[in-house]
């Protein structure tokens, strides 16, 4: 099975060959950093235009590499959804296009889902059920990933989610864009006990997070002129560091304390199975610190720790290319009238959290 992946949700554009048995023949990838950076964050209308320029280019020169025609494609894959609407339209229309033209079946993936199974992309003995911190620029979730299409929403931000946090506080200190980067490196020279900063939500009996209070923290610690930027980058790395444990290790104690219990899960499976493994994902988690803390608290519970290649945690197509090829395996296929969303919760039956409002 070959699968083409077309990326477009942010300021990434990509497309993909991935084979259903893990290759991947090919992967094209255009950034917007340069389009972007003079206003220190992704502006959404310049992100469309560039994904309209870049995308035909991107797909024709991954078939190039693969030495492959659209006519050896079996399925085509595209992100349909959460972000930013002008964009993933242009992905998503783009994959209709193709696949009306060469009688393909189409698979609108959600962006999330991309993230959420691209770990079993590049690490084929992973096992259902895991436990994954979801945590990007958009998006800060734990799930319990149970299966392809079953996602049980243990937690998720009130607010700002940890890359949105990040980003900010590179704007605020000058650090330049992309944020996570920049502000990992100045961390690299600072101290991070330097500067007191809260950590939001930590300690509270539901997992869920908050960031947009830290993210005000630092504007206040910038105003005051005593610390330097690094010291101020640090103390904020840390901080979402403790942030991030602490509500994982909740999740993980919740988890394991309900499947304890003799009721039964609320939830689409009858077994009862221990989790398998700590999983990160998502754009975040390419952050040393934070993979580093997410390790040794998976060895804490006697779990294993996956977390993708570095690459495999921004925006790609490989990662879309194969949560098609998980679905269609599953028999998951999608009609050509299938909608862009903005947004798209992977459980869309999950409590709303108390405080997120719209962000739910």
Not at 44 to 56: D, F, Q, S
């Amino acid at each position: 099975m070959l699968i083409l992946g077309i990326e477009s949700s942010c300021d990434e554009t990509a497309a993909a060959l991935v084979t259903g048995e893990r290759e991947i023949l090919a992967h094209r990838l255009a950034g917007q950093e340069a389009e972007h950076k003079p206003y220190g964050g992704v502006v959404p209308e310049i992100a469309a235009r560039a994904h309209v320029e870049a995308l035909a280019p991107l797909v024709e020169a991954a078939l190039a590499d693969a030495g492959k025609t659209l006519a050896d494609v079996d399925v085509i894959a595209a992100t349909a959804g959460p972000g930013l609407i002008g964009g993933v339209m242009v992905g998503l229309v783009t994959a209709k296009a193709l696949a009306m033209a060469a009688d393909k079946p189409l698979v609108a993936v959600n962006h999330l889902e991309g993230h959420a199974l691209s770990p079993r992309l590049a690490a084929p003995d992973l096992a259902f059920p895991y436990l994954l911190l979801l945590v990007s620029g958009g998006h800060c979730q734990l799930l319990l990933v149970e299966g392809v299409g079953h996602y049980r929403r243990l937690a998720t931000t009130i607010d700002d989610a940890a890359g949105e946090a990040f980003d900010k506080t590179a704007k605020m200190l000058g650090l330049g864009f992309p944020g996570g980067p920049a502000v990992e490196r100045a961390a690299t020279d600072g101290d991070p006990k330097a500067v007191p900063l809260p950590r939001p939500l930590v300690g509270t009996a539901d997992p869920h997070f908050s960031f947009a209070g830290l993210k005000g923290a630092v504007g206040r610690a910038h105003d005051a002129g005593r610390w330097s930027a690094e010291d101020i980058a640090a103390s904020f790395q840390q901080a979402v560091v403790d942030c991030l444990i602490d509500r994982t290790r909740c999740a993980i104690e919740s988890v394991r304390l309900e499947r304890s219990r003799d009721t039964p899960l609320d939830f689409t499976r009858d077994e009862r199975r221990e989790i398998t493994a700590l999983v990160v994902a998502g754009g975040v988690a390419a952050n040393g610190a934070i993979r580093g803390a997410l390790q040794a608290l998976a060895a804490e519970h006697g779990l294993p720790f996956v977390a993708p290649p570095f690459w495999l945690c921004t925006d790609n197509a490989a990662m879309i290319a194969w949560a098609g090829a998980e679905r269609f395996a599953a028999g998951l296929t999608d009609p050509l009238d299938t909608p862009a969303r903005a947004r798209w919760p992977l459980d869309p039956h999950a409590a709303p959290a108390r405080g997120a409002g719209v962000k739910a």
